[in-house]
């Protein structure tokens, strides 16, 4: 009967947890790796996955699941972000083709085409994932996405280039001449182009992504499977508990070690 354990069983439970060492960590930097950010709790975590996480020094399918969970929300911020780029460059094409080659952009065409492209600098501007701008600055900037925790097949990390109006080629247009207006277009469709290329990379690495997130998901669940924490019993292990305490609890110890089984009496 599990009654019988009494204070032996307490032993028990300490003996575990002095055998298993929690190894989680907060950055004390906002560096945006995947391998700094995966080792710090969430706050969405519940509490038996951290206690779960913790009891198994969060070396695991936890680690590699926050990595893929942080490089899966970066990858949806940064296309969000190119999409409305790609939205307003769509309609700055439209914008100029409307006037025709060779006609010089009117005073008011010239205000509408000023403002979309102020537009594409705030979306770049505001293009942000943990803080740091995503579509933004002079370079590009890479970005980790795998730690030592995640499947061999999770990309090791995305590279994101700027999108503002100077970095696509957009910052110094001549909108006063029919000769600036046709060279406006072509620069247009280059930036068009450009962001569509970029977002095809981004679809190609978020479904890598979930692929790597499923298959993290499955050694979890064998994680889980192949011997939960004692004190923390998945759902299914608490059922069974309850049918059968006396079967569940053999189940339980029936592959401790021996320095640990003594201990039970």
Same mark, same amino acid.
């Given at each position: 009967?599990?009654?019988?354990?009494? #204070?032996?069983?307490?032993?028990? %439970?300490? /003996?575990?947890?002095?055998?298993?060492?929690?190894?989680?960590?907060?950055?004390?930097?906002?560096?945006?790796?995947?391998?700094?950010?995966? %080792?710090?709790?969430?706050?969405?975590?519940?509490?038996?996955?951290?206690?779960?996480?913790?009891?198994?020094?969060?070396?695991?399918?936890? %680690?590699?699941?926050?990595? $893929?969970?942080? @490089?899966?929300?970066?990858?949806?911020?940064?296309?969000?972000?190119?999409?409305?780029?790609?939205?307003?460059?769509?309609?700055?094409?439209?914008?100029?083709?409307?006037?025709?080659? @060779?006609? =010089?952009?009117?005073?008011?065409?010239?205000?509408?085409?000023?403002? %979309?492209?102020?537009?594409?600098?705030?979306?770049?501007?505001?293009?942000?994932?943990?803080?740091?701008?995503?579509?933004?600055?002079?370079?590009?900037? &890479?970005?980790?996405?795998?730690?030592?925790? &995640?499947?061999?097949?999770?990309?090791?990390?995305?590279?994101? #280039?700027?999108?503002?109006?100077?970095?696509?080629?957009?910052? #110094?247009?001549?909108?006063?001449?029919?000769?600036?207006?046709?060279?406006?277009?072509?620069?247009?469709?280059? !930036?068009?182009?450009?962001? &569509?290329?970029?977002?095809?990379?981004?679809? /190609?690495?978020?479904?890598?992504?979930?692929?790597?997130?499923?298959?993290? !998901?499955?050694?979890?669940?064998?994680?889980?499977?192949? @011997?939960?924490?004692?004190?923390?019993?998945? /759902?299914?292990?608490? !059922?069974?508990?309850?049918?059968?305490?006396?079967? =569940?609890?053999?189940?339980?110890?029936?592959? $401790?070690?021996?320095?640990?089984?003594?201990?039970?009496?």
């Amino acid at each position: 009967m599990v009654d019988s354990i009494g #204070s032996n069983g307490s032993a028990l %439970r300490s /003996a575990q947890q002095a055998s298993l060492t929690a190894t989680t960590s907060t950055p004390g930097s906002a560096t945006l790796t995947a391998a700094q950010i995966a %080792r710090a709790p969430r706050a969405g975590d519940s509490a038996s996955n951290v206690s779960v996480s913790n009891n198994r020094g969060d070396s695991g399918a936890a %680690r590699g699941q926050r990595a $893929l969970s942080f @490089g899966s929300s970066l990858v949806q911020s940064a296309s969000d972000g190119l999409a409305d780029i790609g939205s307003v460059l769509s309609q700055i094409g439209d914008l100029l083709d409307e006037g025709g080659n @060779g006609s =010089a952009p009117s005073d008011e065409e010239r205000e509408t085409l000023n403002a %979309r492209l102020d537009e594409i600098d705030r979306i770049a501007g505001d293009t942000r994932f943990e803080g740091a701008p995503l579509l933004a600055g002079k370079g590009p900037q &890479t970005f980790a996405l795998a730690n030592d925790a &995640t499947p061999a097949s999770t990309p090791s990390a995305i590279t994101l #280039s700027p999108a503002s109006t100077q970095a696509l080629g957009l910052g #110094s247009l001549d909108l006063t001449t029919g000769a600036g207006r046709t060279a406006a277009r072509e620069a247009v469709g280059a !930036a068009q182009q450009f962001v &569509t290329g970029q977002l095809s990379q981004l679809n /190609a690495t978020s479904a890598a992504l979930e692929q790597s997130s499923a298959e993290v !998901a499955s050694i979890n669940e064998n994680q889980y499977a192949a @011997g939960a924490s004692f004190d923390t019993p998945p /759902a299914s292990a608490q !059922a069974s508990l309850l049918a059968d305490p006396a079967g =569940a609890y053999a189940a339980q110890t029936q592959n $401790l070690p021996p320095a640990l089984l003594s201990l039970i009496g």
